[in-house]
């Protein structure tokens, strides 16, 4: 392999990993700015539903945990 196809491997994954990283991060603004509505919804939710609340919470979290499990795992600089 010369020089230049050397240089152009590298530059795509460092292009794959990047748009990965942006993909990540935009997935957890998304769901950032989704929060503060769910909590205004949740407030005029009745004790009723507070089951339902809790697994929609778990939920909320276990995509802030594969966002950010993406973002480190294909972070070259770790």
């Known amino acids: 392999m010369n ?3 050397r240089l ?7 292009t794959t990993h990047t748009t990965t990283i942006i993909m990540a991060a935009n997935t957890i ?7 503060q509505s769910n909590k205004q919804s949740n407030k005029l939710n009745n004790s009723n539903n507070k089951k339902h609340n809790n697994k929609t919470n778990n939920i909320d979290w276990g995509v802030y945990g594969a966002a950010l499990g993406l973002l ?4 070259p600089f770790f």
């Open 3 to 5: 020089n230049n196809n």
């Open 8 to 14: 152009t491997a590298n530059t795509t994954t460092i």
């Open 29 to 35: 603004t998304i769901m950032r700015n989704n929060k």
């Open 72 to 75: 480190l795992a294909f972070n």
